[in-house]
Each structure stands twice: as C-alpha cells, then as structure tokens.
C-alpha cells in the first residue's frame, strides 16, 4: 500500500508565500513524475508544477516566477514553494505522483487535498 500525506496550506495574505509538503510512504521502488494540481471552486483541476525523476520542471503560465517545484527524492518528498500569493491562487491543492511499486508496476497517487486560501 502507497500512501500520500499533504502538509502546509492555511491562509495568507496576498504577498505572502506558502510551502506545500507531499511525502509518500510505503511499498515504493521508485518514483516517476512529482506534480502538484490544484481545483478552486467550480472549476476544473488544473496542473500547477511538475517534476520529472531527473530534475525537470514545468510550470502552468499562471505562477511561473512565483511557485518552485522541489522534490526530495531521498524522502519520498515534494514540495511547492509558493511566493507573492494572489487571490486567484486560492483552491485546493493536491499532490499527484507516479509511483513504481515493488511489483515493478507504476500507479497514479493523489494526495488528500490542502487548502490554500489567499485572502486579506
């Protein structure tokens, strides 16, 4: 059993800046891509960052130059690091990672949601 926990959210000024945990635990062999979505309310999921196992990184237009990715593969771990929050940034927050179990099988994980909320 894999299992995802997610740390960090709460609420924030706008300015402020958050960081965001995932840590994955279980029967893992590897870890593929690390990303982090988020939904805000009555709208669809949408990616925010992504990691790949080798360090690369993609970001959606909307917090580039704002939010860094990071994983710590050591740890299972990934992390966002959000800077110079706006209101638009308010949502759920969820981790997603693409595990290689010990069967030599790679599964999609999810985290279990943190909320964000950017508000003065």
């Known amino acids: 059993q894999v299992q995802l926990v997610e740390s960090g959210g709460g609420l924030v000024q706008p300015g402020g800046s958050l960081r965001l945990s995932c840590a994955a635990s279980g029967s893992i062999f590897s870890i593929n891509r690390m990303a982090w979505y988020r939904q805000a309310p009555g709208k669809e999921r949408e990616l925010v960052a992504a990691?790949?196992?080798?360090?690369?990184?993609a970001y959606t237009d909307s917090v580039k130059g704002r939010c860094t990715i990071i994983r710590d593969t050591a740890k299972s771990t990934v992390y966002l690091q959000m800077n110079s929050l706006k209101p638009e940034d308010t949502a759920v927050y969820y981790c997603q990672m693409l595990i290689v179990r010990l069967n030599r099988v790679q599964y999609t994980y999810w985290g279990q949601g943190t909320q964000v909320t950017v508000s003065s």
């Open positions: 990691i790949t196992s080798g360090g690369d990184t």
